[in-house]
């Protein structure tokens, strides 16, 4: 895979407790000295509705101050108003779409590198080689390929115009309807003699089976047997807990994959393999980046800590915590809190720290230095991790490509290959033992 991380646009439900809600039961009225802690807000309150120099929207104060208290708390916990809370509830009962495309960032474009036959993008005339440059008439140029794709997603059945721009020719808008469709999660390929597969995310339901079928094509191709393994989780964002857990129990014989907790020991809840590991002796190799989130750190984070796989690359993004949404009475609303976070098998938050790798490689656009990137950690008010131990990473602990290094190629790819090739690969497991 190319150092230009893609992203799949295929569009898939993604309602799980990892990739995003739950519900719970509304809470308990409030006592009475928590009333008498508010007095202060009404009192102000009441006085900018009469004397501020302008007239004031009473209700917009009210959401932006209860939005203000909730982000004291972390970036992902807020209110919900009646009107979008009604509309999310009406959403979670459809699908969300795409374009059936896959694009990646080329000297600061969005360009469109797969388009799926089958996808409503192709029915468009949309091709690959394609730049999308403006979305609903917006300007994406400068933009980051995260903040880029965000608009192109939505609800399947929703159009969406997109300004494309073919090489040689004028810019042309064209209105996409988005549909639910089934992409190329999985891509696989022999690479120099080991197998190499790349999971673009965890939303799709038939992510498992897929694998699965992926191995023994890969096995058929090496003759019988696949020497080595690597997954690349680089720019996976997530997806569904399911699935996860179902793709770990590919490698593990049986045991603890996550276990997710709350506040009280009575919110733990356990996620376990099935037994019966489908290639118990296959040396693997992960590759994990900053973009790698949520579902992709609980594979990465199960199959090192359970000494079944080398991590390679860099420090992951960190998002280790869980939302559940909660109903207010009286139609008010709803309140959307952080309520637990995960844990890998040994007991480790991922929250704010991320799967650190065993063998910690820049990539290319590093240029030579360790770039600093962002993860859940360097979010305003981020929910801290109780483990208070340095969990940064060491420049002199990184390999870098030497200046030589074909800047068309991918250096940590390379450095996976040469990991399982060589006794680099068992140093690494041993270390991890040694560290347990």
């Not at 308990?28 to 009333?35: C, M």
């Not at 140029?141 to 794709?149: H, I, N, Q, T, Y």
């Not at 915590?321 to 959307?336: D, T």
């Amino acid at each position: 895979m190319s150092p230009k991380q893609g992203f799949v646009l295929a569009g898939a439900l993604t309602a799980s407790l990892i990739a995003g809600w739950s519900y719970a039961v509304p809470p308990k009225p409030i006592d009475a000295p928590s009333f008498e802690k508010l007095q202060i807000f009404a009192d102000i309150l009441t006085i900018v509705e009469t004397k501020y120099v302008e007239p004031v929207e009473t209700q917009a104060l009210i959401e932006g101050a209860l939005n203000g208290a909730l982000a004291k708390l972390d970036p992902h916990s807020s209110y919900v108003p009646p009107t979008t809370f009604t509309e999310q509830r009406k959403a979670a009962r459809r699908e969300y779409g795409g374009l059936g495309i896959e694009v990646i960032m080329e000297g600061g474009l969005i360009k469109i590198s797969f388009a799926l036959e089958e996808g409503p993008a192709f029915a468009a005339g949309i091709r690959s080689g394609d730049f999308i440059t403006a979305v609903e008439g917006e300007s994406i140029l400068g933009r980051d390929l995260d903040e880029a794709v965000e608009g192109i997603r939505g609800l399947a059945g929703d159009p969406v115009t997109v300004t494309v721009l073919t090489p040689d020719q004028e810019p042309r808008d064209i209105s996409v309807m988005r549909a639910q469709v089934r992409g190329r999660a999985i891509r696989h390929r022999v690479e120099q003699g080991l197998g190499y597969v790349v999971l673009e995310s965890f939303n799709n339901t038939e992510l498992t089976t897929d694998l699965e079928r992926a191995l023994e094509i890969l096995s058929e191709e090496l003759g019988g047997e696949i020497p080595g393994l690597i997954i690349d989780l680089r720019g996976n964002r997530g997806g569904l807990l399911t699935q996860s857990v179902s793709v770990s129990g590919l490698f593990l014989d049986g045991g603890e994959v996550l276990s997710v907790r709350g506040r009280k020991d009575i919110d733990t809840e356990r996620y376990h393999a099935e037994a019966g590991e489908l290639l118990p002796d296959m040396p693997i190799v992960v590759l994990v980046s900053p973009g790698s989130a949520s579902a992709a750190e609980i594979l990465a984070g199960s199959l090192q800590d359970r000494g079944r796989a080398v991590v390679v690359g860099r420090r992951t993004f960190g998002k280790g915590s869980v939302q559940s949404v909660i109903p207010l009475p009286g139609n008010k609303g709803a309140l959307r809190m952080t309520t637990q976070r995960y844990y890998t098998p040994s007991g480790k938050s991922i929250q704010g720290r991320g799967i650190m790798p065993d063998q910690l490689v820049s990539a290319l656009d590093d240029n030579g230095e360790l770039r600093r990137r962002i993860r859940e950690d360097s979010l305003p008010n981020a929910l801290r991790n109780t483990d208070t131990s340095d969990y940064e990473e060491i420049y002199d602990d990184v390999m870098f490509p030497p200046e030589t290094f074909p800047i068309d190629e991918d250096f940590q790819l390379r450095t996976a290959v040469d990991i399982l090739k060589t006794s680099r690969y068992q140093d690494l497991l041993n270390a991890q033992s040694d560290l347990d």
